[in-house]
């Protein structure tokens, strides 16, 4: 399978396009913080999650899922912090969302400046 690796900005109109292939319109997306990078258009977070550890030699510690709706661009549905990846106990997160509020933040400001309208 390829995923689409982001680490310069991508368009606004190529998630739309990728989220066609998803029943609810999102795109699942599994972003590195540390690297500040983005795998993008599988059908599973872990599968990203994976190709990232593999090819972009990330540390899991540093991998979070989270859902992108393009549609909702610019609104507070716009990102969704949901993903089985996240559950991880030994980081403090016991819940498939991103609990750490900073944590949420650095996901946004990253996912903000790689992908442009």
């Given at each position: 399978m390829k995923y689409v690796s982001i680490k310069n900005p991508i368009k606004?109109?190529?998630?739309?396009?990728?989220?066609?292939?998803?029943?609810?319109?999102l795109v699942k997306a599994v972003i590195d913080v540390e690297l500040n990078v983005m795998t993008v258009d599988a059908s599973m977070h872990v599968d990203e999650e994976q190709y990232m550890l593999e090819e972009r030699e990330s540390m899991?510690?540093?991998?979070?899922?989270?859902?992108?709706?393009?549609?909702?661009?610019?609104?507070?549905?716009?990102?969704?912090f949901d993903s089985m990846i996240n559950i991880r106990p030994w980081q403090q997160n016991r819940s498939r969302g991103v609990e750490c509020v900073a944590t949420q933040s650095k996901i946004r400001d990253i996912v903000n400046k790689l992908v442009q309208e």
């Amino acid at each position: 399978m390829k995923y689409v690796s982001i680490k310069n900005p991508i368009k606004l109109s190529e998630l739309k396009d990728m989220s066609k292939k998803m029943e609810d319109c999102l795109v699942k997306a599994v972003i590195d913080v540390e690297l500040n990078v983005m795998t993008v258009d599988a059908s599973m977070h872990v599968d990203e999650e994976q190709y990232m550890l593999e090819e972009r030699e990330s540390m899991q510690k540093n991998l979070w899922g989270i859902n992108l709706y393009p549609f909702e661009f610019n609104t507070n549905k716009w990102i969704e912090f949901d993903s089985m990846i996240n559950i991880r106990p030994w980081q403090q997160n016991r819940s498939r969302g991103v609990e750490c509020v900073a944590t949420q933040s650095k996901i946004r400001d990253i996912v903000n400046k790689l992908v442009q309208e």
